[in-house]
Nanobody, 118 residues
Framework: QVQLVESGGGLVQAGGSLRLSCVAS????????MGWYRQAPGKQRELVAS???????NYAHSVKGRFTISRDNAKNSVYLQMNSLKPEDTGVYYC????????????WGQGTQVTVSS
């Protein structure tokens, strides 16, 4: 069982920055990918950024050039540096990890609120 603990959310003004952190605990020796999703009220959860073992990264078009995902394998952690935040970035951000095994397992964090005001 893997637990994901997130931190770093908060309230910022447009143009500001936040750094989200997520630490995976438990049996996480076979992490394939870690990433961040977000969900705004009334909308579906969407991928923000992901980092796959080996270094491949993916970003939503809306955050490309502003957000940077990074990973610390030794700490089983993933980070999301968010710069030049916009009000449309507001939402609940969820940490996600995919674990390889007999069956792939997906885990989600509890979510952290990011609110960007103008």
């Amino acid at each position: 069982q893997v637990q994901l603990v997130e931190s770093g959310g908060g309230l910022v003004q447009a143009g500001g920055s936040l750094r989200l952190s997520c630490v995976a605990s438990g049996s996480a020796s076979s992490i394939y990918s870690m990433g961040w999703y977000r969900q705004a009220p009334g909308k579906q959860r969407e991928l923000v950024a992901s980092h796959t073992r080996g270094g491949t990264t993916n970003y939503a078009h809306s955050v490309k050039g502003r957000f940077t995902i990074s990973r610390d394998n030794a700490k089983n952690s993933v980070y999301l540096q968010m710069n030049s935040l916009k009000p449309e970035d507001t939402g609940v951000y969820y940490c996600n990890t995919k674990i390889l095994g007999i069956l792939a397992q997906v885990y989600w964090g509890q979510g952290t609120q990011v609110t960007v005001s103008s």
